[in-house]
Antibody, heavy 123, light 106 residues
Framework: QVRVVESGGVVVQPGTSLRLSCAAT????????MHWVRQAPGRRPEWVAA????????DYAESVRGRFTISRDNSKNTVFLQMHSLRPEDSGVYFC????????????????WGPGTLVTVSS | EIVLTQSPATLSLSPGERATLSCRAS??????LAWYQQKPGQAPRLLIY???NRATGIPARFSGSGSGTDFTLTISSLEPEDFAVYYC????????FGGGTKVEIK
């Protein structure tokens, strides 16, 4: 059974840093593209970042490029999101999602999602 | 950025009725269009991918159609568990989501 579970969401002040983790089980983690997607209350989901199966390629939404870094540890079946210079508009539930694809092309077929972890950026 | 516009914003229907949801892209996304269902407090769930393919375990009452810029999700006969918010999402470019259609009980 495919399962991904996020952790690390907390309340932080603007300008600070935070690292989210996502642990995956039930599938060959090292074969799949992985994503982070966030959603503010009452808003549409917003794709944040993606990483290739081998970790050598990544991509980011313009709203987070240069501030966020996605990485993965295939030996631990875990994907991370390092967030710097956090802003109030970064607040929301952060979801980790598996891509059905195993190649780095037209990524974004999100077939399994975690329950999410809440990040609140507020002074 | 590809902008996806969904209509209507809200659809008020009764169980057993047919639901037709629309998604229009600001430029072609080929067939790289998916539909997700989201219930309160839950993550989105993949229903349809590549415009017309049902995801694993999705009932046959859900169907998708379209290509290019205009897409449709149809629920042939609404079940009580189908009342939720539905989002379209494209992956021809950096992924983006539509604003959602809420299917509510009339």
């Amino acid at each position: 059974q495919v399962r991904v579970v996020e952790s690390g969401g907390v309340v932080v002040q603007p300008g600070t840093s935070l690292r989210l983790s996502c642990a995956a089980t039930g599938f060959t983690f090292s074969s799949h593209v992985m994503h982070w997607v966030r959603q503010a209350p009452g808003r549409r989901p917003e794709w944040v970042a993606a990483i290739s199966p081998d970790g050598n390629n990544d991509d980011y939404a313009e709203s987070v490029r240069g501030r966020f870094t996605i990485s993965r540890d295939n030996s631990k079946n875990t994907v991370f999101l390092q967030m710097h210079s956090l802003r109030p508009e970064d607040s929301g539930v952060y979801f980790c999602a598996r891509d059905q694809l195993q190649i780095w092309l037209c990524v974004g077929l999100l077939d399994s999602w975690g329950p999410g972890t809440l990040v609140t950026v507020s002074s | 950025e590809i902008v996806l516009t969904q209509s209507p914003a809200t659809l008020s229907l009764s169980p057993g009725e047919r639901a037709t949801l629309s998604c229009r892209a600001s430029q072609t996304v080929s067939s790289y269009l998916a539909w997700y269902q989201q219930k309160p407090g839950q993550a989105p769930r993949l229903l349809i991918y590549d415009a017309s393919n049902r995801a694993t375990g999705i009932p046959a009452r859900f169907s998708g159609s379209g290509s290019g810029t205009d897409f449709t999700l149809t629920i042939s006969s609404l079940e009580p568990e189908d009342f939720a918010v539905y989002y379209c999402q494209q992956r021809n470019y950096a992924p983006t989501f539509g604003g959602g259609t809420k299917v509510e009980i009339k």
